[in-house]
């Protein structure tokens, strides 16, 4: 399996499992609400309070997906009187919000801080700006130029909204993310975040100050008009943040065997773009070619990602890798060989 975001192995973890079923058990299989009416139990309150404490943040509000979250976020902060102004390269759920919001939004070349500098000079004339920036890109497993970003907010008074999907579990201090690789955590505006990857379940969320959170509770249409995550989504998040928080050398694990893979595949003459994370893609370009390469890796017994537009631009079609912490080093290099194997087959690599 190289083709989860299941960076950390946890979604099979004995803990994790035995928490889950036994939340089925005892507060059944779903809220039928929303939080702001019958969709809030102890046991979200207490994921809200758990995450607010591991980012340093005053509070944090929980959605049913980290898509929700972004969406939730953005359109409820940003008015007619705001801009949101974005990277080129974030996720769909970051252009979704901008499109439910009634501000305008603005793109920025990917990672590249003089045109964002450039893009806030322009709009912060007439309006307040939020930036929204993905950490780790969840196509290129390339990181932020979080610093330089976080400076030019600064200067511009611009908020910065940090979409840490494929940050969390994955980089900093004990998987604190993309803001404390940087040690940048307690300068942070919003966090938002998903359970869907590291933390073994599905579910969002963001951190921030308390007033914001506040605000969201009450303004978020994804948290105010559908309902809130079911118990046992909940608690798979909390155990496998509590695991995260009692065992952070798993964290390690993860970026050993991320060197590996990524060292390997650029060993073998692989074209791995900006990848320094437990994202690795090849770049390809030809779908047809990317598309015939990956069947034939499925059927060797390695399982990738088939990447195409809109995820990617068209004709940058890509093969999206991605380890676990629970891969031994000997998965990795098996997987590595047959992909050097067949890649020189498909001539994606010189032969
Ligand atoms: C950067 C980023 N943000 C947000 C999301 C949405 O997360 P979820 O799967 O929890 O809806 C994803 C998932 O694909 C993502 O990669």
Redesign the pocket.
Known sequence: MLGS?NYLGLTRHPRVVQATSDAVKRYGTSMTGSRLLNGTTVLHERLEELLATFFGAEACLTFT????A?LGTISALVNRRAVVVIDKAD?A??YDGCALSDGEMVRFRHNDVEHLEQTLAKVTQEKSALVAI?GVF?MGGDIARLPEIMEVCRRYNARLLL?D??GVGVLGEGGRGTASHFSMLEQMDLI?G????SLAS???FVTGPAHVIEWLKHFARPGVFSASMPPASVVAATTALEVLMEEPRMVDKLNANAELLRNGLRNAGFDIGASVTPIVPILIGDEVKMVNFWKELLAGGVYTNAVIFPAVPRGAGILRTSCMATHSPEQIKKAVALMAELGRRHKVIPE
């Open positions: 975001n997906t980290g898509y929700q972004n996720h759920s970051i993905d969840s979409d999907a494929h938002v998903t359970f869907s990857k599905i579910g969002g």
